[in-house]
C-alpha cells in the first residue's frame, strides 16, 4: 500500500499524518498524552486534513482531557511494590524509612527510595522527582552539546518541568527550551529525540514540510524514536478514534 507522511500543527495540537490509500478519513488519540493521528485518503491533501482537524477540534479536546485525567487518577502512592521506570527499564520500588538523607539508588532491578520515617506520598513523590530531574541535568547538556555543531544552533537557556501535553517545548525567539520531566522514565533514545525535535525549531517554528525534512536530515530513525516514545500506555490504558 501506497503511504505518505506529513506533520501539522492545529491550533497548537500537533497532528501526525498517514495519507493512504483508503477511502475515509480516519483521526485517532493516543495515550500517554493525546497524540493525534489522522490517517487520510491519498486523494486529500494537508488542507483538507486541516479542515477535518478543525472540525472536530471538540472531540479531539475531549477526548486528550480524559486522557489526561486518566493519568492523575493512575498516579502512583508510593509503595514498596510498585512498578517504577527508570530510563526505558521497569523497577521494583522498595521504599526504606529511616534517619539521614531522602535519596533513590538503584539496586539492579530495584529503586530503592530513602525517605525519613513517616513520609507520606506527597514526600515520597516529590524525593523521586528531584531523583528524576538530577538524571535530565546530568543527560541533557552532553546531548545539546553534541548537537549544536550538527544542528548549528545553540540552546542558551533550558529547563525541566512537568508538563500535561508536551514532551518538549521551545521559544524560538529566545532559544529556551522546556523539557518534561517524565523524560527521565523513557529509553534515552527518546530524550535524544526531545532533544533534537526542539532543538530544529529553531531553525522552524511549525511542524510542516521542511520541519519534516530537517528531521530526516538530522535524524533519519526520528520516527521510530517518537512512536516508542509515545507507545507507553497508561495505567487504564484506552484511546478513541473518529472516522470521516
Not at 46 to 65: C, F, G, N, T, Y
Not at 164 to 186: D, P, V
Not at 203 to 226: A, C, I, V, Y
Request: with cysteine.
Amino acid at each position: 500500500m501506497s503511504t505518505t507522511n506529513a506533520y501539522l500543527t492545529v491550533r497548537g495540537i500537533s497532528i501526525d499524518v498517514i495519507y493512504k490509500d483508503i477511502k475515509n478519513l480516519h483521526i485517532g488519540v493516543y495515550p500517554p498524552l493525546g497524540r493525534v493521528r489522522v490517517a487520510a485518503p491519498l486523494r486529500l491533501d494537508d488542507d483538507h486534513v486541516r479542515l477535518a482537524v478543525i472540525q472536530r477540534l471538540p472531540w479531539i479536546k475531549k477526548q486528550r482531557e480524559q486522557l489526561q485525567s486518566a493519568e492523575r487518577q493512575s498516579e502512583r502512592e508510593m509503595v514498596s511494590g510498585e512498578s517504577h521506570y527508570v530510563w526505558g527499564r521497569r523497577h521494583r520500588l522498595k521504599v526504606v524509612e529511616r534517619p539521614g538523607r531522602a535519596h533513590v539508588e538503584i539496586d539492579g532491578e530495584r529503586l530503592l527510595l530513602y525517605v525519613p520515617v513517616g513520609a507520606d506520598t506527597a514526600t515520597r513523590q516529590t524525593v523521586l522527582q528531584q531523583w528524576q530531574r538530577e538524571q535530565l541535568r546530568n543527560r541533557i547538556p552532553k546531548i545539546i552539546a553534541a548537537w549544536e555543531p550538527v544542528i548549528e544552533r545553540t540552546v542558551p537557556k533550558w529547563t525541566i518541568r512537568r508538563m500535561k501535553t508536551k514532551w518538549g517545548s521551545c521559544n524560538r525567539e529566545s532559544g529556551h527550551i522546556w523539557f518534561n520531566l517524565e523524560l527521565a522514565k523513557k529509553h534515552p533514545d527518546c530524550l535524544e529525540y526531545i532533544v533534537v525535535h526542539e532543538m530544529a525549531h529553531l531553525l522552524e517554528r511549525n511542524h510542516g514540510q521542511r520541519f519534516t525534512r530537517l528531521m530526516d536530515k538530522f535524524m533519519p530513525d526520528w520516527r521510530s524514536r517518537r512512536d516508542q516514545l509515545n507507545g507507553a500506555p497508561l495505567a487504564n490504558e484506552h484511546w478513541a478514534t473518529c472516522d470521516g
